[in-house]
């Protein structure tokens, strides 16, 4: 007679079996969401073929090389920060239909839901990098450092992602109005036409520029593209850094705090 052994719910096994199977449940209702499609790919994808063919030639003229290296990076930066919003506003909705309360008293490891949603937010942004770079190399683009540097240039947005994933999670939890996830969506609006990757920083006005050269986004984008095109890789690598570790200690607290608070 066999018997089989199971590992004790608050185990390592457990924490990586219960995290592996919860982001897959997450990766499934993603892929069947149509807003989350939409704002992960559909949007991204046209959003590059749209500045490709209005904005392309005008920007390639002024930088001084193609703009597909200004604008894959953003593009895809852009679809990382939006899909985070999209998977915020589903996790309201399983909040409010008592979705984490009812996994809180199975035998699950309790670090498993907020592990399963930051693993299938890097699956997510590294999926969805996959196919714009895909899309971009139709127009054009290419990686000029070699395959280390794409390995890189793929790593970036995962991480900033991941963090900027931290920090609508907080903001999901914590505040249960969606004013708050509206807004955040604003502000990567405005992120989106005040950066490197729409235009270099020398066509904006002066007063403009500090801000535009140190905001998060703006760090990201230009270390993709140092990667995909060459220049200095160091100054904007340890920014990107910077601002990712900074969002995720300071939202880590407030995620733990606000997932106990929904249950």
Request: glycine share 8%.
């Amino acid at each position: 007679m066999s018997t089989t052994v199971t590992a004790p719910e608050n185990s390592v096994p457990a924490l990586v079996r219960h995290t592996w199977l919860q982001a897959g449940r997450l990766l499934t209702r993603w892929r069947r969401d149509p807003m989350t499609m939409l704002q992960s790919l559909a949007y991204p994808v046209l959003l590059l073929l749209m500045l490709e063919a209005v904005l392309g030639r005008q920007v390639s003229a002024f930088a001084g090389h193609d703009a597909l290296y200004g604008t894959v990076p953003m593009v895809v930066v852009m679809s990382a920060l939006l899909g985070s919003l999209a998977g915020a506003v589903t996790l309201g909705r399983e909040c409010a239909a008592g979705l984490p309360a009812r996994l809180w008293v199975l035998p699950v490891h309790r670090a498993s839901a907020l592990a399963s949603r930051f693993l299938a937010e890097a699956v997510r942004i590294a999926v969805t990098t996959v196919v714009i770079v895909a899309a971009g190399f139709v127009l054009g683009f290419r990686f000029q450092r070699g395959p280390l540097a794409a390995i890189g240039f793929l790593a970036v947005p995962v991480l900033f992602g991941v963090a900027f994933a931290a920090l609508v999670t907080a903001a999901a939890l914590m505040a249960a109005k969606t004013v708050v996830i509206e807004s955040i969506s604003l502000l990567c609006t405005l992120m989106l036409f005040f950066n490197p990757g729409f235009v270099p920083i020398g066509a904006y006005p002066e007063v403009l520029a500090p801000v535009i050269r140190n905001q998060p986004m703006t760090s990201a984008v230009e270390t993709m593209q140092a990667l995909a095109l060459g220049g200095a890789v160091q100054g904007p690598l340890l920014r990107t850094v910077a601002w990712s570790v900074a969002l995720l200690a300071v939202c880590a607290v407030p995620v733990i705090r606000g997932y106990r608070r929904a249950l």
